[in-house]
């Protein structure tokens, strides 16, 4: 199994448009997104940082696997898990709140 980087809601919703979802609608932080074949819909909350537990979700509501949704997000320009822990700690160094979110 491959490890989840740490990714906010709008990097979940581009590499998802990838794989033929489209928005179909907004409610208040929540995203809506759907694909007509095969016909699935998922709710990617608009966030900062989605947590694991919920990005696994959605990876699984959009019948996708870790991997492709990985290879996803390095289409549409997210750094390599390899990277992704040095850009986490850039971050957390300009916004010490998002630390409360590391595992």
Not at 33 to 47: A, K, N
Not at 71 to 76: I, M, P
């Amino acid at each position: 199994m491959s490890k989840l980087p740490v990714i906010s809601g709008r990097k979940c919703v581009q590499a998802l448009k990838r794989a033929d979802f489209y928005q179909k609608r907004q409610t208040g932080s929540h995203l809506v997104l759907r694909r007509d074949e095969p016909f699935t819909q998922v709710v990617v909350p608009d966030h900062k940082v989605l947590g694991r537990g919920t990005l696994r979700a959605i990876i699984r509501q959009a019948g996708l696997g870790v991997d492709e949704f990985l290879h996803l997000l390095e289409l549409v320009g997210y750094p390599k898990a390899s990277r992704a822990g040095d850009e986490m700690v850039q971050a957390i160094a300009k916004d010490p709140d998002l630390s409360r979110y590391i595992l």
